[in-house]
């Protein structure tokens, strides 16, 4: 399989979903890489079956505000430091570059850099969509190390951070963002090709491919009746009557209907717009657009006791939420089967 100039708005779009109203803004990704893709032809996607063993795979992605991503133009070279970078640090050549989330921006930035570098790009992501935390991956939970890490700018200025926890990593990038302008390209947990299969989260790529041109059928479609100090979504048509409340932080985070959970993190909530089709951020939610809100499954790993301890309800505030069975159970990039709703 590959992404080329064809498949990417399916692929943004996807991308964009699994950003569960975060994750970056998708369409300056997107613009870069189309570019990327014109200026250097067709990313390869490989799964983890075909990798080298020892083959060295370079998770990466792009750390800082949205608003600093709509007013600052990057550069083209970032990958390019970071993989130079990464090689000095491991004595040996990166071979494939793999998406550090899968949802929002690093989801398509993935896509550009590995054009750029003539990568293959896995089928695998550290997230199964897009949290805040840098540490918040698989690979933490797989006892992989986040060091050393690199984080650079489009000037090639770069910093290497070693021998610290995912969340000591977490804390040091973010602290270093006000130095670097309010946003940086980073590489951390870097893996072998062997550790991909039980380390990721399987089939990322694929399915925001997938999800571009074929999503489940929403929890409610309804239009937005407030978005100030709640999000509230009135029921329209067949939902007339109902009313649900949407918990948003950096993403959208749970979906309740009279107290009781429809959806809550690490579920993907995402929004779309009815009218055009586009993915609502959690940032341009506003009174009255039409939406419908669709929720999707996560990577299995963050349904365990530990993915819930670092990722679930509590993680981020909530407390005495869980999410609720799937229906069909399964999940599509390990199981293959269609989506959750």
């Known amino acids: 399989m590959d992404i080329d100039t064809d498949t990417l708005p399916a692929f943004a779009r996807g991308c964009a979903v699994l950003g569960s109203g975060g994750g970056g803004v998708v369409a300056m990704a997107r613009a870069a890489a189309l570019q990327a893709l014109e200026d250097h032809g067709p990313v390869r996607v490989v799964q983890a079956g075909e990798l080298d063993p020892d083959l060295l795979v370079m998770p990466a992605g792009t750390a800082g505000a949205s608003a600093v ?5 990057t ?15 491991h004595g040996t050549r ?22 750029r570098l003539g990568l293959p790009l896995v089928d695998a992501d550290g997230m199964s969509r897009a949290f805040p935390g840098m540490n918040q991956t698989v690979m933490q939970l797989r006892g992989i190390s986040p060091t050393p890490a690199v984080v650079c ?6 910093l290497v951070i070693d021998r610290v926890t995912g969340r000591w990593l977490e804390r040091l990038v973010r602290s270093s963002l006000e130095a670097f302008g309010g946003q940086v390209a980073s590489t951390e947990y870097v893996l072998r090709g062997h550790q991909v299969a039980t380390a990721t989260a399987l089939g990322s ?3 925001a491919l997938r999800l571009g041109t074929d999503l489940p059928a929403p929890l409610i479609t309804g239009k937005i009746a407030e978005a100030d100090d709640a999000i509230l979504v009135e029921g329209l048509g067949a939902d007339q009557g109902r009313l649900v409340r949407l918990e948003a932080g950096s993403e959208f ?38 939406v419908g809100v669709v929720r999707l499954l996560c990577d299995p790993i ?22 609720p069975p799937p229906s069909p159970p ?3 990039c390990r199981a293959g089967r269609g989506e959750a709703s």
Do not use: H
């Open 94 to 115: 990166v071979g494939a570059l793999m998406a550090s989330e899968i949802g929002g921006a690093n989801g398509c930035m993935a896509v550009a850099w590995a054009a």
């Open 302 to 323: 963050w349904y365990t006791p530990e993915g819930l301890r670092l990722a679930g309800p509590e993680a981020f505030g909530l407390t005495g939420l869980q999410s």
């Open 253 to 290: 985070l749970a979906v309740l209907e009279d107290g009781r959970p429809l959806a809550c993190v690490p579920d993907v909530i995402a929004l779309i717009d009815t009218r055009t089709g586009e993915v609502v951020q959690a940032e341009q939610v506003r009174y009255g657009l039409r």
């Open 330 to 332: 399964g999940f599509p």
């Open 69 to 73: 991503m709509l007013e600052r133009v």
């Open 205 to 207: 790529v694929s399915r």
């Open 153 to 158: 700018d489009e000037r090639g200025r770069t």
């Open 75 to 89: 550069g083209t070279e970032e990958p390019v430091y970071l993989r130079d970078k990464v090689e000095e640090l």
